[in-house]
């Protein structure tokens, strides 16, 4: 089944403490992105990588680090959670930048 | 600069009545590509159409049409004989070939009541 898969779905942290969320692809996309989706703001890109080793900043890149070393894998990483991402994350992936977009089942995370 | 503009928040219609989401879009790229995807209360994020900025022609999928001009930079959804499965929040999209960056709008929460 061609999916993209997150984990974890649901994480509480404390600030400071450096945690990273897992984003898969089994349909071979050349394309990945991460997006924060925040009451009022609709989705925001986050990141967003072309190819492997190839990743680029979204709107807004503050506070987080992305690696694409797999095609199929693109994890989110927070190096120093701070309250203010606190959100609901998604990672999508797409043939390419312009096609149809896969997304994950959401991530809400909570940083106290 | 590139941006998506969704201005209604939230609509309520009655089960059987036409609804139309609308976006406007902003951008300076002649070659764009626009998206909606709806995302039902269950949270996951569903593809419901693509547009390129070269195809203006409308598009109609069962209940669903879209309707693109360029003219107005709009990319309107609409639902005809709206359901109660259709309550859900929809997101306009726009991805331009500079930067290869996605801008969705704010979303249009809709509730088809019964």
């Known amino acids: 089944e061609a999916q993209v898969t997150q984990n974890p779905r649901y994480l509480i942290t404390v600030t400071g403490k450096k945690l990273t969320v897992t984003c898969s692809q089994n349909?071979?996309?050349?394309?990945m992105s991460w997006y924060r989706q925040d009451p009022g703001l609709g989705l925001r890109q986050i990141y967003y990588?072309?190819?492997?080793?190839?990743?680029d900043k979204g709107d807004v890149p503050e506070g987080y680090k992305v690696s694409r070393k797999e095609k199929r894998n693109f994890p989110l990483i927070l190096e120093s959670p701070s309250p203010n991402q606190t959100s609901l994350y998604f990672c999508?992936?797409?043939?390419?930048?312009?096609?149809?977009?896969?997304f994950g089942q959401g991530t809400r995370l909570t940083v106290v | 600069a590139q941006k998506v503009t969704q201005a209604q928040t939230e609509i309520s219609v009655v089960e059987k009545e036409d609804v139309t989401l609308d976006c406007v879009y902003e951008?300076?790229?002649?070659?764009?590509?626009l998206f909606w995807y709806k995302q039902p209360p269950s949270g996951e994020l569903v593809f419901l159409i693509r547009?390129?900025?070269?195809?203006?022609q409308n598009e109609i999928s069962g209940r669903y049409s879209w309707n693109f001009q360029k003219s107005t930079s709009s990319f309107n959804f609409t639902i005809t004989a709206s359901q109660v499965v259709d309550s859900a929040v929809y997101f306009c999209?726009?991805?331009?070939?500079?930067?290869?960056?996605?801008?969705f709008g704010t979303g249009t929460s809709l509730t088809v009541i019964p």
């Open positions: 999508a992936s797409s043939l390419q930048g312009w096609t149809e977009a896969f």
């Open positions: 349909m071979n996309h050349e394309y």
């Open positions: 990588s072309m190819n492997v080793e190839v990743t």
């Open positions: 951008t300076r790229d002649t070659t764009y590509y």
């Open positions: 547009r390129n900025s070269f195809d203006e």
């Open positions: 999209a726009l991805y331009a070939n500079t930067g290869n960056q996605f801008y």
